[in-house]
């Protein structure tokens, strides 16, 4: 189709653009437009849609999505260069461009641009820069000269010159989208050059409004303190994303952590927890060195404003890097003159500002100044971008989390501040967003699969209702022994004394006989320690004191700690899963005191496949694409977290767990240690080889499976990747598993699948009493239409009942299949691997092989020596790269694999 010329710049005409879909398609069922398959000759990034899954009863739903029309004017692509400039910070940039557009040049900005913050701006009209498509701009923003306090310019230069270059890229003519969504063209440069532009357009409007980041914005209609010096925003998340036949915008709401505004003394003092004392920030107060160096962590990055005479606030924010060791009354700094005064005296003498408390510290500002605490204000809306603390942890998921229906409301609300109607970027690119209702579509509930329990259960199959089953009237589908076991109580005796801890073996030997594990020790071994020595040596001790008694070792050693014991338990796990090679469970003192039945079951849960064995399987029946004996299969699943940001030197871990059973309900671990913030598994290919070999393995010994014990599929799945990577984990993640297995002389047919949880895509059912009882959309749902991919092999399926909030769905991309697979068996099986989670009688958000490596690699600290010299903690932070370096190479050298006879077992259950 030739390109349309330029219709101008387009002020809001209405109705749909020329081939786009009618604005306002809502309601109970999908459109035509919305089951159109992608064209044969559409290049796609993973696999291409081939049809939609057909299995499941209906359930009529809204998503958070609304449509938007199609641009009515060519997009003009700008790129933006500071010359001689550093990294400018986004917000700086955006005001920049803005004053070049409004102020200094408003004959060519007319109508005016959008701008990302970054390097792209996009024009609805071809910008007059003559032949070249090129014009540089010196911008400045208007400002006070800067003086006022030691260190700082006192010359009376003026305001800061910017050079800004803008260069004609490109032009792009919004028919590539419209093809795009109706599956007629193949996602490239130009598409996705087109997404970015009109993302940027809808959130210019904000962005200039309010605190941002990255693609949300916060106001404060709705806030909460948290004490600490936070506050909490509620924020709106908006995104353009392409579906079947339409142009969606993407609404969530989500929550800013933010600075407390007010005086920085302040904020301080909530930080350390000691409000209205303000003589505790001073060094005579003998305040701990470690205390100041985590308040500077915590305000390092801060703006400020700063006052001298009276409540005068100077315009212009400075950033905190750092705090003085000294009171203003104790840091001396030589004048001009070459005078030497302290920081008090120039603030009482020259500047007239006697402080009111001059022993307290000063804070160090970008330009090298020295101001103290009292005169420095923090401005609202400041975003704190490091971790939350852990304390705060609970307090932000109960301001984030909100019920279904109150979640949609809220976004529905959150329209009104987005205001597409009355922004002038939407209207000059000639666009309209339906704020009206939300798009509906009709979703599917799949059929769970049924579950099969041990010989002698009462009943032996069950339904799971809503992601949910107990283990009432069930024995275990290959219930574990338990020969020898020893009981270590880090608890004080005063707390948890002899009779708690015989109540607690009591209940633990009925909860095992109940589900059919066989304890042969009624009366196990009790010995309490305590927990500042060597874990190591006590537990040793312990072991060597059973075999003296019994002339058996243990088999499980159940240890009852205290609470916030994370150090106790990170050196119990590597005493029993890298150094001895025991099964280990830890119970909370809190936790099983006086505990129910219930409890003791769980417990169990979790201790029988720690020993080898299996809880419970899917019916053979109810799941064949995963039981089917003539294509024996293994499910892998793969994860990598990174470091928290700002801690440079830390390593990213990695982990591959596969099933080893036919069953697929017994899994094997394995876990790396890799260059830091890397997404692709370096070691994958010996991974993956490790795990086929203990497959292959326990098929011949365990199961004696007759002939080749090789599987024929192997189904991967890969968490945490996001879109933009997919190509990158085609590129390095698929060759690995196929290497693994031409190294073994095997051929099975792999499929890869991508399943993610970052996304704010969610679904509520339009009717309230098709809900479960949380309110949200049952076990089960799938959505694979409408506001699905518009060319690529992808799903929604929300596998587990809500319990608080609103469940978010998991995003299943399929970017490799030599298998063939329809979306009803890939659907249907990725829902199967959500109920073989052995931890609970509930089905779990995303299959269980990727949720056990995402807990195999959150427990790598579990590989370290409790008592080497590695610092784990999420502060731990190098600043020179080649001290970073080293520290990554330490942390490499030092990592213990799993030891050999805990390889083969669900340590990490």
Same mark, same amino acid.
């Given at each position: 189709?030739?390109?349309?010329?330029?219709?101008?710049?387009?002020?809001?005409?209405?109705?749909?653009?020329?081939?786009?879909?009618?604005?306002?398609?809502?309601?109970?069922?999908?459109?035509?437009?919305?089951?159109?398959?992608?064209?044969?000759?559409?290049?796609?990034?993973?696999?291409?849609?081939?049809?939609?899954?057909?299995?499941?009863?209906?359930?009529?739903?809204?998503?958070?999505?609304?449509?938007?029309?199609?641009?009515?004017?060519?997009?003009?692509?700008?790129?933006?260069?500071?010359?001689?400039?550093?990294?400018?910070?986004?917000?700086?940039?955006?005001?920049?461009?803005?004053?070049?557009?409004?102020?200094?040049?408003?004959?060519?900005?007319?109508?005016?641009? &959008?701008?990302?913050?970054?390097?792209?701006?996009?024009?609805?009209?071809?910008?007059?820069?003559?032949?070249?498509?090129?014009?540089?701009?010196?911008?400045?923003?208007?400002?006070?000269?800067?003086?006022?306090?030691?260190?700082?310019?006192?010359?009376?230069?003026?305001?800061?010159?910017?050079?800004?270059?803008?260069?004609?890229?490109?032009?792009?003519?919004?028919?590539?989208?419209?093809?795009?969504?109706?599956?007629?063209?193949?996602?490239?440069?130009?598409?996705?050059?087109?997404?970015?532009?009109?993302?940027?357009?809808?959130?210019?409007?904000?962005?200039?409004?309010?605190?941002?980041?990255?693609?949300?914005?916060?106001?404060?209609?709705?806030?909460?303190?948290?004490?600490?010096?936070?506050?909490?925003?509620?924020?709106?998340?908006?995104?353009?994303?392409?579906?079947?036949?339409?142009?969606?915008?993407?609404?969530?709401?989500?929550?800013?952590?933010?600075?407390?505004?007010?005086?920085?003394?302040?904020?301080?003092?909530?930080?350390?927890?000691?409000?209205?004392?303000?003589?505790?920030?001073?060094?005579?107060?003998?305040?701990?060195?470690?205390?100041?160096?985590?308040?500077?962590?915590?305000?390092?990055?801060?703006?400020?404003?700063?006052?001298?005479?009276?409540?005068?606030?100077?315009?212009?924010?400075?950033?905190?890097?750092?705090?003085?060791?000294?009171?203003?009354?104790?840091?001396?700094?030589?004048?001009?003159?070459?005078?030497?005064?302290?920081?008090?005296?120039?603030?009482?003498?020259?500047?007239?500002?006697?402080?009111?408390?001059?022993?307290?510290?000063?804070?160090?500002?970008?330009?090298?100044?020295?101001?103290?605490?009292?005169?420095?204000?923090?401005?609202?809306?400041?975003?704190?971008?490091?971790?939350?603390?852990?304390?705060?942890?609970?307090?932000?998921?109960?301001?984030?989390?909100?019920?279904?229906?109150?979640?949609?409301?809220?976004?529905?609300?959150?329209?009104?501040?987005?205001?597409?109607?009355?922004?002038?970027?939407?209207?000059?690119?000639?666009?309209?967003?339906?704020?009206?209702?939300?798009?509906?579509?009709?979703?599917?509930?799949?059929?769970?699969?049924?579950?099969?329990?041990?010989?002698?259960?009462?009943?032996?199959?069950?339904?799971?209702?809503?992601?949910?089953?107990?283990?009432?009237?069930?024995?275990?589908?290959?219930?574990?022994?338990?020969?020898?076991?020893?009981?270590?109580?880090?608890?004080?005796?005063?707390?948890?004394?002899?009779?708690?801890?015989?109540?607690?073996?009591?209940?633990?030997?009925?909860?095992?006989?109940?589900?059919?594990?066989?304890?042969?020790?009624?009366?196990?071994?009790?010995?309490?320690?305590?927990?500042?020595?060597?874990?190591?040596?006590?537990?040793?001790?312990?072991?060597?004191?059973?075999?003296?008694?019994?002339?058996?070792?243990?088999?499980?050693?159940?240890?009852?700690?205290?609470?916030?014991?994370?150090?106790?338990?990170?050196?119990?796990?590597?005493?029993?899963?890298?150094?001895?090679?025991?099964?280990?469970?830890?119970?909370?003192?809190?936790?099983?005191?006086?505990?129910?039945?219930?409890?003791?079951?769980?417990?169990?849960?979790?201790?029988?496949?720690?020993?080898?064995?299996?809880?419970?399987?899917?019916?053979?029946?109810?799941?064949?694409?995963?039981?089917?004996?003539?294509?024996?299969?293994?499910?892998?699943?793969?994860?990598?977290?990174?470091?928290?940001?700002?801690?440079?030197?830390?390593?990213?871990?990695?982990?591959?767990?596969?099933?080893?059973?036919?069953?697929?309900?017994?899994?094997?671990?394995?876990?790396?240690?890799?260059?830091?913030?890397?997404?692709?598994?370096?070691?994958?290919?010996?991974?993956?080889?490790?795990?086929?070999?203990?497959?292959?393995?326990?098929?011949?010994?365990?199961?004696?499976?007759?002939?080749?014990?090789?599987?024929?599929?192997?189904?991967?799945?890969?968490?945490? &990747?996001?879109?933009?990577?997919?190509?990158?984990?085609?590129?390095?993640?698929?060759?690995?598993?196929?290497?693994?297995?031409?190294?073994?002389?095997?051929?099975?047919?792999?499929?890869?699948?991508?399943?993610?949880?970052?996304?704010?895509?969610?679904?509520?059912?339009?009717?309230?009493?098709?809900?479960?009882?949380?309110?949200?959309?049952?076990?089960?749902?799938?959505?694979?239409?409408?506001?699905?991919?518009?060319?690529?092999?992808?799903?929604?399926?929300?596998?587990?009942?809500?319990?608080?909030?609103?469940?978010?769905?998991?995003?299943?991309?399929?970017?490799?299949?030599?298998?063939?697979?329809?979306?009803?068996?890939?659907?249907?099986?990725?829902?199967?691997?959500?109920?073989?989670?052995?931890?609970?009688?509930?089905?779990?958000?995303?299959?269980?092989?990727?949720?056990?490596?995402?807990?195999?690699?959150?427990?790598?600290?579990?590989?370290?020596?409790?008592?080497?010299?590695?610092?784990?903690?999420?502060?731990?932070?190098?600043?020179?790269?080649?001290?970073?370096?080293?520290?990554?190479?330490?942390?490499?050298?030092?990592?213990?694999?799993?030891?050999?006879?805990?390889?083969?077992?669900?340590?990490?259950?």
């Amino acid at each position: 189709m030739p390109p349309r010329g330029d219709p101008g710049r387009g002020r809001g005409r209405g109705g749909p653009s020329r081939g786009g879909p009618p604005l306002g398609t809502r309601g109970g069922g999908p459109t035509a437009a919305s089951t159109v398959l992608p064209g044969a000759h559409v290049k796609v990034v993973g696999v291409r849609r081939t049809g939609y899954g057909t299995a499941g009863r209906p359930l009529n739903v809204f998503s958070n999505f609304f449509n938007m029309s199609l641009p009515d004017c060519n997009i003009h692509h700008y790129d933006v260069i500071l010359p001689s400039e550093k990294v400018l910070p986004v917000r700086l940039n955006m005001e920049l461009v803005s004053h070049m557009m409004r102020v200094e040049a408003v004959d060519i900005f007319t109508p005016q641009a &959008v701008y990302d913050g970054r390097k792209n701006l996009f024009a609805p009209r071809e910008l007059p820069f003559g032949p070249s498509g090129s014009q540089e701009f010196n911008v400045s923003l208007s400002d006070d000269a800067n003086r006022g306090s030691p260190g700082e310019n006192t010359a009376g230069r003026g305001p800061k010159v910017y050079k800004i270059r803008l260069t004609k890229v490109a032009t792009i003519n919004p028919e590539v989208l419209n093809r795009y969504i109706m599956g007629q063209q193949s996602h490239d440069n130009t598409v996705l050059t087109a997404l970015t532009a009109l993302n940027v357009v809808i959130r210019m409007e904000p962005t200039m409004k309010y605190p941002f980041n990255v693609r949300s914005f916060f106001t404060d209609r709705e806030t909460k303190d948290i004490g600490s010096g936070l506050v909490l925003w509620r924020g709106y998340f908006q995104s353009v994303r392409p579906a079947i036949g339409s142009l969606l915008v993407n609404v969530d709401i989500s929550t800013g952590t933010m600075y407390k505004a007010g005086p920085l003394i302040d904020l301080c003092l909530d930080y350390i927890g000691r409000p209205r004392q303000p003589h505790v920030l001073s060094p005579r107060a003998q305040m701990p060195e470690r205390e100041i160096l985590r308040l500077q962590r915590f305000i390092s990055g801060i703006r400020i404003m700063t006052t001298y005479s009276g409540n005068r606030v100077r315009k212009t924010p400075r950033v905190v890097k750092k705090l003085s060791r000294a009171g203003a009354a104790n840091l001396s700094f030589t004048m001009r003159d070459g005078t030497t005064m302290t920081v008090a005296q120039y603030f009482r003498s020259i500047l007239n500002r006697p402080l009111q408390f001059p022993d307290n510290l000063c804070v160090e500002v970008g330009t090298g100044a020295l101001i103290p605490l009292e005169l420095c204000v923090v401005p609202p809306g400041q975003i704190m971008r490091k971790q939350v603390p852990p304390e705060k942890t609970k307090d932000v998921l109960d301001f984030a989390t909100k019920k279904p229906h109150d979640r949609l409301a809220s976004i529905t609300n959150g329209l009104s501040i987005l205001a597409y109607g009355q922004s002038p970027y939407v209207r000059e690119f000639g666009m309209q967003v339906d704020d009206t209702a939300p798009v509906g579509l009709t979703a599917r509930v799949l059929q769970p699969p049924k579950l099969r329990y041990g010989q002698g259960s009462p009943q032996p199959v069950v339904t799971p209702q809503n992601g949910a089953w107990n283990m009432i009237d069930k024995r275990f589908y290959n219930p574990a022994a338990i020969d020898r076991w020893i009981v270590v109580v880090y608890e004080r005796q005063q707390r948890f004394n002899q009779q708690s801890a015989q109540d607690m073996i009591a209940g633990l030997v009925q909860g095992c006989t109940e589900v059919g594990m066989r304890v042969a020790d009624n009366q196990p071994m009790v010995t309490w320690q305590n927990g500042q020595g060597r874990i190591a040596d006590q537990l040793r001790a312990a072991g060597n004191e059973c075999f003296q008694k019994t002339k058996q070792r243990p088999n499980l050693i159940v240890v009852v700690l205290p609470d916030n014991a994370n150090d106790i338990y990170t050196a119990v796990k590597h005493f029993g899963d890298v150094t001895v090679g025991v099964a280990t469970q830890c119970l909370k003192s809190s936790k099983c005191f006086r505990a129910k039945p219930q409890y003791y079951a769980n417990v169990c849960l979790k201790i029988n496949v720690k020993l080898g064995g299996i809880n419970t399987i899917p019916d053979s029946q109810s799941v064949s694409a995963l039981t089917d004996p003539r294509n024996p299969t293994i499910v892998m699943g793969a994860d990598v977290i990174h470091p928290a940001p700002g801690s440079e030197g830390r390593p990213s871990f990695t982990a591959l767990v596969g099933n080893v059973d036919s069953n697929t309900a017994k899994y094997v671990a394995t876990c790396r240690v890799q260059t830091s913030r890397k997404e692709i598994i370096e070691d994958l290919k010996e991974m993956a080889k490790h795990v086929l070999n203990l497959y292959m393995g326990y098929r011949q010994r365990v199961e004696k499976k007759p002939g080749n014990p090789a599987p024929t599929r192997l189904i991967f799945y890969r968490d945490g &990747v996001s879109e933009g990577q997919f190509q990158q984990v085609l590129d390095f993640g698929t060759p690995p598993p196929t290497d693994a297995c031409k190294e073994l002389k095997i051929n099975p047919k792999i499929t890869m699948i991508v399943v993610a949880k970052r996304h704010h895509v969610r679904f509520f059912t339009q009717n309230p009493h098709e809900a479960d009882r949380s309110g949200n959309c049952p076990a089960g749902t799938v959505v694979d239409s409408v506001v699905a991919h518009p060319t690529e092999f992808d799903w929604y399926l929300l596998s587990h009942g809500g319990l608080l909030g609103t469940s978010r769905p998991a995003h299943y991309n399929v970017l490799y299949d030599e298998n063939n697979f329809n979306a009803d068996n890939l659907q249907a099986l990725s829902f199967a691997l959500c109920h073989v989670y052995a931890r609970s009688t509930r089905s779990v958000s995303i299959p269980a092989p990727v949720y056990y490596a995402d807990i195999v690699c959150s427990r790598a600290k579990n590989h370290y020596d409790p008592q080497g010299s590695l610092n784990l903690s999420d502060t731990a932070t190098q600043t020179d790269t080649s001290a970073a370096e080293s520290a990554l190479e330490a942390y490499k050298k030092n990592f213990k694999p799993i030891h050999q006879s805990m390889a083969t077992l669900m340590y990490f259950s």
